[in-house]
């Protein structure tokens, strides 16, 4: 169902993620996809700006609110030639709203309980950072949870790293995507629920620009979306973006990592809703393309 | 308008910078087989990040320093690996057409005017963005200048660009905007959307837009294709559907098919993956196209900081006029 009959220009209207219905937490239902916002800024963190990172990423993602726009057909992903199927996406996907700014232990307690209750009501979070901190917070909510953590610091061994920042213990990082994949696979426990922290700093710095902890040799997008394709196969109990600092000194124009971010962000939405429908039998051009 | 101040001496250079320091001349007086600057400082037809009203400039600036910085005489050229010198009045710059903002019907026929004087005479029309709305009433001036200029004439077109703007329509902005541009110009008498190319493609699409396009004979190559396929075998392929039965090519370069990482500075980013060796391969591919038109657009100086998008953009231009702006060495 749209939002409204008429085309909406992004900037306009009541902000929520992809343009998503809200709801209070009490109504999440199994299934659904809850956005949750924690603006919360890290004093510790090398530049101020990261509480802002919630709204930005909400910002870009009404550019992909298609299901909220009745001017466009259906959209299609042109490198994959693959329809995508938008309808129920509003029915499943919805927006909470912020953890409101109070005491850090407040937003910490605050968080932790949302993260509990959506986890209960057998729903998936979508938690928009931030400070990747507040990422401790969200796993101790899901003890019975793996972790996966894509960027960042490795803190654990038992979690699953996919291009991690080097830590003290000289922590390699390993591009060998397929075999990356297949240790994953020999790694999951499939009657445990996953924690997946997405932190910018998986972006190759080149790419990314808005980190605060920027990195040479990270990934491409289309290995991250590969990723986040993957995981959003498996139940998945939270999700938790970090690391952008959308107003890093002089960089408050360059929207480049929100749209990373969220452009990756879909494909774990889309794989998680089992959308994403081929339509076969019309001749497109890639199929026409002289190779 | 004339390239200098003659009422001291010695002259008085021009104030202000021209596109790669080329002289400053009213749209009458360019010849035949030059290229004929017209700015189009104008963003108000696009509906999200705005700034590219400074993007003439920014180029001016950019192709300006670039050119000071480049050998004035004979010198070896590592891409083509040619000896050349540089050409001489090849370039004109007519300055910027008057921009009316609020008002698309007569910022439209502003830009359309000097474009179609300038093919006319028989000049190549370079039109700088301005948001990619602008492109349309560049091609529009160039189609009816062609029309005149020679009546049976068709044009193909090439769009480099991370977006179709093949819409109809787009929300509060109506029929005229950055995301209708090519959609208006399929419109046009002399062009047929058969020997319409998309090049540089990326992310989601409108699916009724690519389905209309395909239908009806047009070609869309993906970033995945430029990825697979190379950027040279894709722009030869593009070349080869647009200029089936056409005489001229018409260009468009929409600067933000190339990965935002690396270009920042403009409106509507995309993550292409289309680096800057790709996207100028790209261009070297046409160096020997039939250039009727050009115009390169969403040039958004306000949005990078670290300016590099300019200089980028500047070198695309750069690659394209290569078979104007120098000519070969013979003999060495």
């Known amino acids: 169902m749209p939002l409204r009959s008429a085309p909406l220009p992004r900037m306009a209207g009541h902000l929520s993620f992809m343009r998503a219905q809200t709801k209070a937490i009490c109504d999440v239902r199994p299934g659904d996809l809850a956005v949750l916002g924690v603006p919360f800024e890290d004093i510790s963190a090398p530049y101020a700006g990261q509480s802002l990172a ?35 996406l509003h029915e499943r ?57 894509l960027g960042g610091t490795p803190r654990d061994v038992r979690e699953f790293h996919v291009s991690p920042l080097p830590n003290e213990g000289g922590t390699t ?35 990314s620009a808005l980190c605060d902890r920027p990195r040479l040799g990270g990934c491409d997008l289309d290995t991250v979306v590969q990723w986040l394709s993957v995981l959003g196969q498996n139940k998945v109990n939270a999700i938790m973006l970090t690391g952008l600092n959308p107003s890093r000194p002089g960089m408050g124009v360059v929207k480049v990592g929100q749209r990373l971010m969220v452009t990756a962000l879909l494909a774990f939405i889309y794989t998680r809703l089992g959308f994403g429908i081929d339509h076969p039998g019309r001749l497109t051009s890639e199929e026409i393309v002289l190779t | 308008m004339t390239a200098a101040i003659t009422t001291f001496h010695p002259l008085l250079a021009q104030p202000g910078f021209r596109l790669f320091d080329g002289p400053l001349r009213d749209v009458a007086d360019v010849s035949a087989d030059q290229i004929g600057v017209v700015g189009m400082p104008s963003d108000w037809t696009h509906s999200s990040r705005l700034g590219t009203r400074f993007g003439p400039e920014a180029l001016r600036r950019a192709t300006s320093l670039l ?24 370039l004109v710059d007519c300055g910027d057409a008057e921009i009316t903002p609020q008002d698309v019907d007569a910022t439209t026929q502003a830009i359309a005017a000097m474009t179609e004087s300038l093919t006319v005479a028989g000049a190549i029309p370079l039109a700088l963005g301005g948001d990619h709305y602008n492109s349309f009433p560049a091609c529009l001036g160039y189609s009816r200048g062609l029309a005149k200029r020679a009546p049976d004439a068709r044009f193909g077109y090439i769009q480099i660009d991370g977006h179709l703007d093949f819409s109809d329509r787009l929300g509060a902005w109506g029929s005229h905007n950055h995301a209708t541009n090519a959609r208006r110009i399929s419109e046009l008498p002399n062009i047929d959307v058969s020997n319409m190319v998309w090049v540089g493609i990326a992310g989601w699409v409108d699916g009724g837009d690519l389905a209309l396009i395909e239908e009806q004979g047009g070609r869309v190559f993906s970033a995945s294709d430029v990825h697979k396929l190379g950027p040279a075998e894709v722009m030869h392929q593009a070349l080869a559907h647009a200029m089936r039965g056409c005489d001229e090519l018409y260009l468009s370069i929409d600067i933000d ?76």
């Open chain 1, 54 to 88: 919630p709204r930005a990423l909400r910002e870009t993602s009404v550019y992909f609110g298609w299901h909220a726009n009745p001017q466009f057909s259906h959209p299609v992903d042109i490198d994959a030639r693959q329809d995508i199927s938008t309808d129920g």
């Open chain 1, 93 to 149: 996907l919805c927006d909470l709203g912020d953890i409101s700014p109070g005491s850090e232990d407040e937003i910490h307690a605050a968080l932790r309980a949302a993260t509990s209750q959506i986890s209960r009501n057998s729903a998936c979070a979508v938690i928009l950072g931030g400070s990747d901190r507040l990422s401790e917070t969200v796993q101790s909510a899901l003890p019975s949870c793996q972790t996966v953590q």
């Open chain 1, 173 to 207: 990082c390993n591009l060998d995507t397929a075999a990356q994949l297949a240790a994953f696979a020999q790694w999951r426990n499939i009657s445990k629920p996953l924690f997946v922290r997405f932190d910018l700093s998986v972006f190759e710095t080149s790419l």
């Open chain 2, 67 to 90: 050119q000071s910085m480049r050998p004035h005489g004979a010198s070896f050229d590592p891409d083509t690996r040619r000896h050349t010198v540089p050409a001489t009045d090849w």
């Open chain 2, 257 to 332: 098919a190339m990965d935002a990482g690396y270009l920042p500075g403009t409106g509507s980013i995309v993550h292409s993956g289309i680096t800057p060796r790709q996207y100028y391969d790209l261009l070297d591919g046409l160096t020997e196209a039939p250039l009727g038109g050009l115009d390169i657009v969403e040039v958004s100086p306000p949005l990078d900081p670290s300016e590099r998008t300019e200089f980028l953009a500047a070198e695309m231009l750069f690659r394209i006029l290569r078979r104007f702006r120098t000519r070969p060495v013979t003999g060495l």
